[in-house]
């Protein structure tokens, strides 16, 4: 069974330094893995996503994830955080194998505080 | 390009009612789900379809229904509500078939408490 775990309830950074949400995952295939963002009373955004290629994947508003096979492991990163950073972040993994409908699971999120 | 469009925002329920949310995505993607989140527990899958006229059940349907009469709407409705269904809502849409390696999108939720 697929499964996500993000081991952190909060990551708070103050404005200026880098930030990373940390993400593990397990899948029986190869995953697909996504970030996404969702701000207070929002709905969830799209930040980015690892399928195949490089490990070390850019996405919008700055951030960027590093794919880990060996420790399953897909952190969130971005070198230098905003106050408007501030936001709920989900993790979610799909598996890749088989045809059809395949769900994504989701960790529980992290919500990152960022202070001026 | 209004992406995947739910109604309402908000809504409060009694015990017993029903009611029906709205969810409609204008990008012709094949497949549509709607979610759930819970406090501590991310989003968890409550149907899925993959085109029209077919649908599943995903890992918490018991309580709901949906239909899918056409490609663009997908509504959930809630039969009996119940406080434990309590709950932020999403329905999300995405490509299927040699496209489905994109993301999903995800409407703006709608906040429903059942009292």
């Known amino acids: 069974a697929q499964s996500v775990a993000q081991p952190e309830d909060q990551v708070n950074v103050a404005e200026g330094n880098p930030l990373t949400v940390k993400c593990t995952y397990s899948?029986?295939?190869?995953?697909?893995l996504f970030w996404y963002v969702q701000y207070p009373n929002r709905g969830l955004q799209f930040l980015l996503k690892?399928?195949?290629?490089?490990?070390l994947v850019k996405g919008s508003y700055g951030f960027e994830a590093e794919f880990n096979k060996s420790q399953t492991s897909f952190h969130l990163k971005k070198p230098s955080a905003l106050v408007s950073d501030s936001a709920l972040y989900f993790c979610?993994?799909?598996?890749?194998?088989?045809?059809?409908?395949?769900?994504?699971?989701f960790g529980t999120g992290t919500r990152l505080l960022v202070s001026p | 390009n209004a992406g995947v469009t739910q109604t309402p925002k908000f809504q409060v329920l009694k015990t017993g009612q029903s009611m029906t949310l709205q969810c409609a995505q204008d990008?012709?993607?094949?497949?549509m789900s709607w979610y759930r989140q819970d406090p501590g527990m991310g989003l968890r899958l409550i149907h899925y379809?993959?085109?029209?006229?077919?649908?599943d059940q995903g890992e918490v349907p018991n309580g709901y229904n949906v239909s899918r009469s056409t490609t663009e709407d997908f509504p959930l409705r809630l039969l009996s509500a119940a406080p434990s269904q309590t709950s932020v809502y999403f329905c999300?849409?995405?490509?299927?078939?040699?496209?489905?390696?994109?993301?999903?999108?995800f409407g703006q939720g709608t906040r429903l408490t059942v009292v």
């Open positions: 999300a849409s995405s490509y299927g078939g040699a496209r489905m390696r994109t993301e999903a999108f």
């Open positions: 899948v029986s295939g190869n995953p697909y």
């Open positions: 690892y399928i195949t290629g490089d490990n």
């Open positions: 979610a993994v799909r598996d890749s194998g088989g045809t059809g409908f395949q769900k994504l699971v």
């Open positions: 990008m012709n993607h094949e497949y």
């Open positions: 379809s993959v085109g029209a006229g077919i649908t």
